[in-house]
């Protein structure tokens, strides 16, 4: 298994340009979330989704937008990006099986936007 | 609201100093509790869970945690830390049947060899 993977890896942007993170997983879990990493804030929740076809927001989702077509996939869209958004951004993937339900992280996005 | 507080910010310590990492969370029902790894440059990695039986849970790299309910508590523990445990560690809750975590601000690590 790959287990969660995105790209790319770094991104440039100017501000007001759009792009797609992107993020899939190959352990068939149900659930999918997004999160931005800033210094001194931790991490907070962008978007996530339980299952296919189903998404919701996290506590920062103004300015992403997200869909989930499929399991294995769930990308992040940046609409206008703004300065603001210059972070590292997480995808992480779970099931709930037994025990407590575990995430597990992409290795994650650097994005400027100047 | 439901939270999450580590009350270290940053520590610096010598190899073979012993680690705590305080983590107290606000839920009065049932949590599952996690601490996350983050090593320099890399993703979080998941270093030991808690969620039902013996409250004292050991994870890899010799860490353990111990959920004390009655303080709502489940702080991080090494006896003897090395250079390569420099990284920065996230407490998590996921509490009752909600599948979101709450983050902890994280604690940044370094230990000096």
């Known amino acids: 298994n790959a287990g969660v993977t995105q790209t790319p890896k770094f991104q440039v942007l100017k501000t007001g340009q759009s792009m797609t993170l992107q993020c899939a997983q190959d352990?068939?879990?149900?659930?999918m979330s997004w999160y931005r990493q800033d210094p001194g804030m931790g991490l907070r929740l962008i978007h996530y989704?339980?299952?296919?076809?189903?998404?919701d927001q996290g506590e920062v989702p103004n300015g992403y937008n997200v869909s989930r077509s499929t399991t294995e996939d769930f990308p992040l869209r940046l609409l206008s990006a703004a300065p603001s958004q210059t972070s590292v951004y997480f995808c992480?993937?779970?099931?709930?099986?037994?025990?407590?339900?575990?995430?597990?992280f992409g290795p994650g996005t650097r994005l400027l936007v100047l | 609201a439901q939270s999450v507080s580590q009350h270290n910010h940053h520590v610096i310590l010598s190899e073979a100093a012993s680690l705590e990492l305080g983590c107290n969370y606000s839920?009065?029902?049932?949590?599952?509790l996690f601490w996350y790894v983050q090593y320099p440059g890399q993703h979080l990695q998941l270093l030991l869970k808690?969620?039902?039986?013996d409250p004292l849970v050991k994870g890899i790299k010799g860490f353990e945690a111990e959920f004390i309910k009655s303080k709502f508590s489940f702080n991080l523990r090494k006896p003897s830390v090395q250079w390569s445990d420099t990284a920065e560690y996230f407490c998590?809750?996921?509490?009752?049947?909600?599948?979101?975590?709450?983050w902890g601000l994280g604690t940044s690590l370094a230990v000096n060899p």
């Open positions: 998590a809750v996921n509490a009752g049947n909600n599948r979101k975590l709450i």
């Open positions: 352990m068939n879990h149900e659930y």
């Open positions: 808690y969620f039902s039986g």
């Open positions: 992480a993937s779970s099931y709930r099986g037994q025990g407590a339900e575990t995430q597990y």
């Open positions: 989704s339980v299952g296919a076809g189903i998404t």
């Open positions: 839920y009065g029902g049932t949590v599952n």
